[in-house]
């Protein structure tokens, strides 16, 4: 499949020479070296040499990178809803997005632990430039979603991979990720872009696309976490836009965002799995004549599905009743847990910009506000 050779990852033919060409490389070492500390750069090297797969080499490898992340920087990541899916069959995951890169691994660790399909996961290219960073992607089944494109090389990318997309999850068997939208969600509000579902809708194949959406097995899927590693680092991108000023970033902001997300304490971590959706697509058939509504329909199940399953952590109240000037939900948070919030507001805030300390509280807060829009969630 020549036409897909610009975004995909490698094929298992190629993994092994694909790994031969970075083993030696300094960011592997601080790779490996991070999974197995206590591991000696000979064993890895030698185990890493005879990985013939993609999936030996998440399994072996990354999967062992998650649990340091997991061990070193959180509380621990807890589940649900994975009960709801069949062991060997494809999900197109459309999810929220708050990591750079632990979305989708800490989903496809869960996937894995549950016995289920591992994804194929979409990624910005803006995000691996640097050669090894490509290389790894690659070699982690992710395919590449090209960005900063004019709009007719907008319109043949996003043709090339909504047929990549269907290739997987038709003719593959293999599960696919894709956030919601382009980019992190910055203030808290989880929203699906319709361009989003317009892009995978290029490669259907059936007549009606509701049909399309239907085969390929839409599942929601919400991720949240207790504390946000890089929240202070999106205050630029708000109070830029709030300016109405273009956003540039620094040179390496990318890199420095991923690993701040990395390494930054999360606290606790929760990933649920929506229901299928089926009969929610089939409704939409039935109600709307056209695609455009159809699409914005049905963006609007998979918000419904995201926002009212997204767990709420002590953080989102906290910030919520600061920012209301409420004690609404003090029964759900602890005096300890909102003075090491309030620390954190403190370290990572100047308190002298307005703007920026009500960004701060409403990223945490947003979530309560679009849970409170469903009944009967708190």
């Not at 016995?115 to 290389?135: C, E, H, Q, W, Y």
């Amino acid at each position: 499949m020549k036409r897909f050779d610009a975004i995909r990852p490698f094929y298992d033919t190629e993994i092994n020479e694909g790994i031969l060409k970075i083993v030696d490389h300094p960011m592997m070492k601080a790779l490996m070296n991070f999974c197995f500390p206590k591991v000696e750069d000979e064993v890895w090297k030698d185990q890493l040499k005879k990985t013939h797969s993609i999936r030996d080499f998440q399994c072996n490898f990354i999967y062992f990178g998650v649990k340091q992340v997991l061990e070193k920087s959180s509380e621990g990541l807890t589940t649900s809803g994975f009960e709801k899916l069949d062991n060997n069959t494809p999900y197109l995951y459309i999810s929220n997005h708050r990591d750079i890169v632990l979305d989708t691994t800490f989903l496809n660790a869960s996937l894995f632990e549950h016995g289920k399909l591992m994804t194929s996961s979409a990624i910005g290219d803006n995000l691996v430039k640097k050669p090894f960073l490509r290389m790894l992607a690659k070699l982690n089944r992710n395919f590449l979603v090209q960005r900063g494109l004019a709009p007719r090389e907008l319109l043949v990318s996003s043709k090339l991979l909504s047929h990549y997309i269907a290739q997987l999850l038709v003719h593959e068997n293999r599960s696919v990720w894709i956030a919601q939208r382009e980019g992190r969600t910055k203030d808290g509000n989880d929203e699906t872009n319709p361009a989003v579902l317009k892009m995978i809708g290029m490669g259907s194949d059936e007549q009606n696309l509701m049909d399309y959406f239907r085969k390929i097995k839409v599942v929601p899927v919400s991720i949240s976490y207790e504390y946000d590693p890089t929240d202070a680092l999106k205050m630029p991108q708000l109070m830029a836009e709030n300016n109405n000023e273009i956003y540039i970033k620094e040179k390496n902001e990318d890199i420095m965002t991923l690993l701040s997300g990395i390494i930054g304490q999360k606290k606790r971590i929760h990933i649920h799995i929506g229901d299928i959706l089926e009969t929610e697509i089939d409704d939409i058939k039935v109600n709307y004549d056209t695609s455009n509504k159809q699409i914005q329909a049905l963006a609007q199940v998979i918000d419904d599905s995201i926002l009212s399953s997204y767990k709420l952590w002590p953080t989102n109240y906290i910030a919520y009743d600061i920012l209301h000037k409420t004690t609404r939900h003090q029964h759900l948070y602890t005096e300890n847990e909102k003075s090491l919030f309030e620390r954190r507001l403190e370290m990572r805030i100047d308190h002298c910009n307005p703007f920026a300390l009500q960004s701060f509280l409403a990223m945490y807060a947003n979530p309560v506000v679009n849970k409170l829009k469903y009944e009967n969630v708190i």
